[in-house]
């Protein structure tokens, strides 16, 4: 789950800056059980939006942003780490 995330990033940021502006990423289409819903590129920060739980057919979510600036992640509660599985299990309530 976890490892998706990063290849996701890894993935990002390695575009050209002429294409980081438009790119988005949607893992969640391609597999029904990623962890990764949609990485967006919104200039310095990615915004990473993360599937918490399946339940049948709703699905609940989240948003982490990382930023590339600073290196760090931070979940809906505005608390930043370098740890990206801890604002994930932060902002799904784990």
């Known amino acids: ?13 390695t575009l050209s800056a002429a294409q980081a502006r438009d790119f988005r990423l949607y893992p969640g289409f391609l597999d029904r059980d990623a962890f990764v819903e949609m990485v967006t590129d ?3 920060i990615f915004e990473i939006v993360v ?16 930023s590339k600036h600073e290196g760090l992640f931070c979940d809906s ?3 930043c780490t370098r740890d990206a599985g801890r604002a994930a299990d932060n902002t799904c309530g784990y």
């Open 1 to 13: 789950m976890r490892t998706l995330l990063a290849a996701a990033l890894l993935v990002s940021a």
């Open 42 to 44: 919104k200039g310095l």
């Open 51 to 66: 599937r918490c739980e399946r339940k049948g057919n709703k699905v609940r979510a989240g948003i982490i942003t990382y």
């Open 77 to 79: 509660k505005l608390r």
